[in-house]
């Protein structure tokens, strides 16, 4: 199969993580894939090993979400290699880097608010301003932002306020770009995935575990590969009427 179409990942590295697995979903289903993560020689590695099992282009290289100077070469990068024709346009980009903040309040500091506030939400902001004025051009995108369940219920799964605030605020991102975007045919939606068995929760106890997965109706966290499929989904020509939306991925421990 040609791939026709390059899906750009962020924070797509991490071994268990749930950018791995969408980039894995992506080229699974012919997309070229473009990885971008703060571990740049992962990002190469993840993204050679999946050229390998799926044959389709790939890209992996460094980025720091939250720094302008870092997403623009990052994305000069990417536009070189589609220029050269290594990649196929960017069709699709997934905005998946993201870190958390298991601190009580009170004991958060401005530097940690700033920093989950820059990774995530300015993070979203900069890489999609980014990528966005060549899929206005070419007339066809899909932006999918990662949120959380966190912004929805005020954190309890393992974020606190600083993770909450920010993942709402992609939520809100989201539905105001939509807005905007019109009919540009560049959709940008959002999901909010509730427990997902990765690294990222490396801090939680045996016991907070047990009591997310006693909240959730599916009796199981979520895997990456759940997440993954509706990130594809999302990005698929079928999905061309979904704009502005937020799809639920929580097992049903979180219903509105
Ligand atoms: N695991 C869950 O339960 C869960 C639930 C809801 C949402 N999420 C969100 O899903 C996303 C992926 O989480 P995960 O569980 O796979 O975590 P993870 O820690 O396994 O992966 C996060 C990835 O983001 C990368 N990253 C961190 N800071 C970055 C930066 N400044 N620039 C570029 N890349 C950066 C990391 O290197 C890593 O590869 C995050 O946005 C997280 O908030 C996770």
């Not at 068995?197 to 590969?225: K, M, W």
């Amino acid at each position: 199969m040609t791939s026709t179409r390059t899906a750009v990942l962020t924070g797509a590295a991490a071994e268990r993580g749930i950018g791995q697995a969408t980039a894995r979903a992506y080229a699974k289903a012919g997309w070229a894939v473009a990885i971008l993560d703060l571990d740049g020689e992962l990002a190469a590695r993840v993204a050679a090993d999946i050229a390998s099992e799926h044959g389709v282009p790939v890209y992996g290289g460094a980025v720091d979400v939250a720094n302008e100077a870092s997403v623009s070469a990052a994305q000069q990068e990417i536009s070189a290699r589609v220029a050269d024709g290594t990649l196929p346009p960017v069709g699709a980009l997934a905005n998946i880097a993201g870190i958390t903040s298991p601190v009580p309040f009170l004991e958060t500091t401005l530097d940690l608010w700033n920093k989950v506030l820059a990774v995530n939400a300015t993070g979203t902001y900069l890489v999609t301003k980014a990528f966005l004025p060549d899929m206005i051009e070419r007339g066809f995108g899909r932006i999918i932002n990662m949120s959380s369940v966190s912004a929805q219920r005020g954190g309890g799964v393992f974020g606190k306020v600083p993770y909450s605030a920010a993942k709402a605020a992609i939520l809100g991102f989201t539905k105001a770009l939509a807005r905007e975007l019109g009919s540009s045919g560049v959709t940008v939606n959002a999901v909010t995935p509730g427990a997902v068995d990765t690294n990222i929760r490396v801090g939680s106890t045996p016991e907070q575990e047990a009591a997310i997965v006693r909240d959730i109706p599916l009796g199981r966290q979520a895997t990456p590969d759940d997440v993954a499929a509706v990130f594809v989904f999302l990005s698929s020509d079928e999905a061309g009427y979904l704009q502005g939306t937020t799809i639920d991925i929580n097992g049903g421990s979180h219903l509105h």
